[in-house]
């Protein structure tokens, strides 16, 4: 069964109406939820950097390699679960996080039209709990400032995800990223593209995509997407590009 749905199958949401769904609300939430992580992020640095001798400097450039990888990871799954389940039209996360996946299918260069805190908003909300939660680790041992550490560096890769996306597309990059693409160490343009064709079934990885090509041999998400279509009795993508053409791409049915 190909990959590929034919075009007059797809029933996508119109650019223009996902865009609309960028309300007043969305745009402050994402204001907001910018300058709590930045501030949470700081007041965690200067909590744990005066540990840091607890760990030698390549125990702390592993884990931040370590959170890097994992980044790309995560960036995945949430990409994979925004473009493949639930709809724009959902409260709340419909229009924070699902639409903008979305609306970036329908138009690619969208995401350079928009500023620093649209680009990385919806990033900063979706890490603020984890955030919290890491202000709780008690930093009396090694363990627990280490933990602090790594998935504080973590999130900062997560809020990063969506910079390193946007410069994927845009046509005039600063150099230091051109360098930092053409060495893979972010995001590829040329690689990032193999994820924009219809109907978006791989490399979902955002933050560098090393994790590309790995995930999508052992067919991860595919597999994901017949357990839980096999539980739930969901169409993968059914609401991004119509249920005719999300059944002939199933992977029920490859």
């Known amino acids: 069964m190909s990959n590929n749905a034919p075009d007059d199958e797809l029933e996508q949401h119109d650019a223009q109406s996902l865009a609309e769904g960028y309300s007043p609300l969305v745009r402050f939430t994402e204001v907001a939820s910018v300058m709590v992580f930045l501030a949470g992020e700081g007041w965690l640095a200067y ?25 790309d990871f995560i960036s995945g799954l949430f990409h994979w679960m925004g473009d493949t389940w639930g709809s724009p039209d959902m409260p709340i996360l419909g229009k924070v996080f699902v639409r903008p996946f979305r609306e970036h299918h329908v138009d690619q260069l969208a995401i350079t039209r928009h500023d620093f805190l649209e680009i990385n908003g919806a990033n900063c909300l979706i890490a603020l709990p984890p955030l919290a939660m890491l202000h709780f680790i008690p930093l009396t041992s090694s363990f627990g400032v280490l933990a ?11 809020f990063l995800t969506n910079q390193f996306h946007m410069w994927a597309h845009i046509e005039h990059r600063p150099k230091l990223v051109i360098w930092a693409q053409k060495y893979h160490l972010i995001l590829p343009k040329e690689h990032h593209q193999i994820h924009h064709a219809a109907p978006y079934l791989k490399y979902y990885c955002i ?38 053409a999300a059944r002939k791409i199933a992977p029920s049915k490859t």
């Open 47 to 71: 909590r744990v950097w005066p540990h840091g001798h607890m760990h030698a400097w390549w125990v702390w450039l592993l884990a931040g390699l370590g959170a890097y990888i994992f980044a």
């Open 148 to 158: 602090a550490g790594f998935f504080g560096v973590f999130l900062f890769w997560i």
């Open 207 to 244: 933050t560098n995509g090393w994790l590309n090509a790995p995930l999508h041999h052992l067919r991860f998400f595919r597999i994901s997407e017949r357990i839980i279509s096999a539980i739930t009795g969901l169409v993968p993508r059914e609401d991004d590009i119509g249920e005719v």
